[in-house]
């Protein structure tokens, strides 16, 4: 499984547009890179998911450069309740009806009015 | 509503004595897991569970134990082996392919 290194922490006050980047040098062919949510006391909540490219929905977009060893989620506009920690994970999904993902440390994101 | 129930959402235990912890999905996915996170830290795999009647060690499965008996539940024991069960558990399922996986609203542990 790709390692992968992001910021333990960033800081924004509300309205602003937050980028958040995910190392992933190691990246494989059929990896996917995903991005999940987190609340305190809460489980992850899965956000986001791209394999090249830009990638966007109602929540963020993702941003994949040519070389896939690094992606950026892009929250525009924060508010206070976007604080929250984020994880980057790397992994083959197509993997039929099993993926074993590894999550590491995240970014602790505080949104400040 | 689809989703995964965990129970309880608190649970308080004497240090020596086994708790169970609940989780049970109803979105049909044949994949679960077990999750333990410590304060500030990140997720950490317990054990997974592909298909019914099998289950696999993960990453930290020492002093737990599991079962898969039922597609629906897959209950998470601590044992008094586990030297430091307090934590916030999480469980979770998936299909597989790209859809990512879906947590419950995890189990917060307090061995005292």
């Known amino acids: 499984l790709a390692k992968t290194t992001q910021p333990i922490s960033m800081d924004s006050y509300e309205g602003q547009e937050v980028n958040i980047t995910c190392s992933h040098n190691n990246i494989a062919t059929n990896d996917y890179i995903t991005w999940y949510q987190q609340f305190p006391s809460q489980g992850p909540r899965f956000i986001i998911q791209g394999y090249k490219t830009k990638v966007t929905n109602e929540v963020a977009s993702l941003f994949i450069p040519a070389d896939r060893k690094s992606s950026t989620l892009s929250l525009p506009r924060v508010s206070l309740s976007d604080t929250a920690v984020y994880y980057c994970l790397v992994g083959d999904i197509r993997t039929t009806g099993f993926q074993k993902l590894v999550f590491g440390t995240g970014t602790r994101l505080l949104v400040s009015p | 509503d689809g989703g995964i129930t965990q129970s309880p959402k608190y649970l308080f235990r004497k240090e020596g004595q086994n708790v169970t912890l609940s989780c049970e999905q109803n979105l049909n996915h044949d994949a679960m897991y077990w999750y333990r996170q410590d304060p500030g830290q990140g997720l950490r795999l317990i054990y997974y569970s592909q298909i019914v009647n099998d289950f696999q060690k993960g990453d930290i499965a020492e002093g737990y134990s599991v079962s898969r008996e039922k597609k629906e539940s897959f209950p998470l024991t601590v044992t008094s082996a586990q030297k430091n069960p307090t934590a916030f558990y999480l469980c979770?399922?998936?299909?597989?392919?790209?859809?990512?996986?879906?947590f419950g609203s995890g189990t917060r542990l307090t061995v005292v």
């Open positions: 979770a399922s998936s299909m597989g392919g790209n859809y990512g996986y879906t």
